[in-house]
């Protein structure tokens, strides 16, 4: 058949431009290239299928959980009773071993240049007003002020009146022992078709562990990775339970061996530890379980933020927090993944704690003490303190064949990326570059004249 469109049309220019490419099978005997290639195949093995799905578990949807927290409050006790009991004791250390305090006696440690008077308070005492939710404002300083009515409003005052009470005396003090009071911590959680409370479920909480980490190191850290909340190795430390009384599935030995005291004094019992005294150390060491709950002690959520001292660390505008106040954010993640286990079915809910400080210019509540209708007089008192807001959080895994064809999408990607990389290699990097890409392109063409003859290869 001749050429119908002529050489103008259909001539070596056409065929270039339409020309039409075909795979071909070239094995190129080079370990260099076959090491480059299978290398590229392993990383994306160890990418897709190693991080992704075994370690990152992205084959499951993860939908976000939601909870209820709930915070009560105990002061110091003897031997850990619970406050509850009217036989329980309260074991307040004595003003005069407190720095803070101006009964101070004198020690160790010298007395701090704010020092007030300090007073003792129980639970109810403390929040007479009880706590309902995740938000208790532990109150380190009252000032308490006594007013009289200043008018009432008649017809010899034209029934109006400028100021309702006028101040007479107010007294300032701070609440002694405060740091070794503790909080009971419950929450629920639900998503779908997962729902239920922490008092079945192991919880861990978050400590930024600084022992043997020096300032060179933070320094280094700081440098490569930026200023961060902890500078040292954040460990992930399950909650022991004080007894067998719990209800969560025991965890392994290795996590529940006899820890170190790690934290300050702890506090009094949670009210529904069912009575039974705490051990020492768990005490000491500030925080544990018990049957309904977590029990953190001030001191232990204080470290757990980053605060050493109320005394020591102040606000922007210097001034204490034991004065001025401060926000502790407790925030509760739910998750049911675990690297490398969830895959073959063996992942189970748990719980975290992240304590983090978020210093607030002043944390403050007016409260009105005493008054009774009618009266003439009324006592009212400002609270400044920790304000510690508990928050749920997390999310719930839900296996997903979706999720799952696009890992494997993506892997199929990433081979054809690997190869279209290997090829470029081979035809423009290597040596033998000119042999490889001839050996994989052909190119097929007619002959100058040749008309209808069969077509050369080159």
Not at 112 to 141: E, I, K, Q, W
Not at 148 to 167: L, Y
Not at 331 to 359: C, D, Q, W
Request: hydrophobic share 35%.
């Amino acid at each position: 058949m001749g050429n119908a469109c002529g050489n103008a049309l259909c001539g070596p220019a056409a065929d270039s431009l339409l020309a039409y490419q075909t795979l071909k099978v070239v094995n190129i005997k080079d370990h260099r290239l076959g090491g480059v290639y299978y290398g590229l195949i392993l990383l994306i093995i160890i990418f897709v299928f190693g991080y992704e799905i075994l370690y990152c578990n992205d084959q499951f949807e993860k939908r976000d959980v939601s909870g209820t927290p709930q915070v009560m409050i105990s002061q110091p006790t003897m031997g850990g009773c619970n406050a509850r009991d009217p036989d329980c004791e309260s074991n307040f250390t004595s003003m005069e071993e407190l720095p803070y305090c101006s009964e101070y006696a004198g020690g160790l440690e010298p007395k701090v240049s704010h020092a007030r008077p300090c007073t003792f308070a129980d639970r109810v005492s403390l929040l007479p007003n009880g706590v309902v939710g995740g938000y208790m404002m532990v109150p380190t300083r009252i000032t308490t002020t006594h007013e009289t009515q200043g008018c009432r409003p008649g017809k010899a005052n034209g029934h109006t009146c400028r100021n309702e009470w006028v101040e007479t005396d107010s007294e300032d003090h701070y609440v002694a022992d405060i740091e070794r009071y503790s909080l009971f911590i419950s929450h629920t959680y639900h998503r779908d078709s997962l729902s239920g409370n922490n008092n079945r479920v192991l919880g861990y909480y978050l400590d930024c562990d600084l022992r043997g980490v020096g300032q060179r190191e933070q320094n280094l850290k700081r440098l490569l990775y930026g200023d961060a909340a902890c500078l040292g190795i954040v460990k992930r430390r399950p909650i022991e339970c004080f007894d067998e009384s719990c209800n969560f599935r025991e965890a392994p030995r290795k996590e529940l061996k006899r820890r170190k005291v790690r934290g300050g004094s702890g506090g009094g019992l949670a009210p529904d530890s069912g009575g039974k005294a705490v051990p020492y150390d768990y005490r000491t060491d500030g925080v544990y379980a018990v049957p309904n709950g977590d029990v953190f002690s001030v001191q232990k959520l204080m470290e757990l933020a980053g605060v050493t001292s109320l005394d020591n660390a102040t606000n922007r505008d210097g001034t204490p927090y034991r004065e001025g106040g401060t926000v502790i954010d407790i925030e509760v993640r739910y998750s049911n993944l675990v690297p490398f286990e969830s895959t073959f079915g063996h992942g189970e809910i748990t719980y975290e704690y992240r304590v983090t400080a978020k210093p607030l210019h002043e944390v403050q509540d007016d409260l009105l003490r005493f008054w009774q209708p009618g009266s003439t007089t009324r006592t009212l008192e400002r609270r400044h303190g920790v304000l510690f807001v508990v928050t749920v959080s997390g999310h719930f895994g839900f296996f997903s064949i979706l999720n799952l064809m696009l890992m494997l999408a993506e892997a199929a990607s990433m081979l054809a990326v690997a190869t279209l990389l290997t090829d470029k290699i081979a035809i423009y990097m290597m040596e033998r570059a000119d042999v490889y890409f001839h050996s994989k392109y052909e190119e097929t063409r007619l002959p100058p004249d040749a008309g209808e003859a069969e077509p050369a290869k080159a």
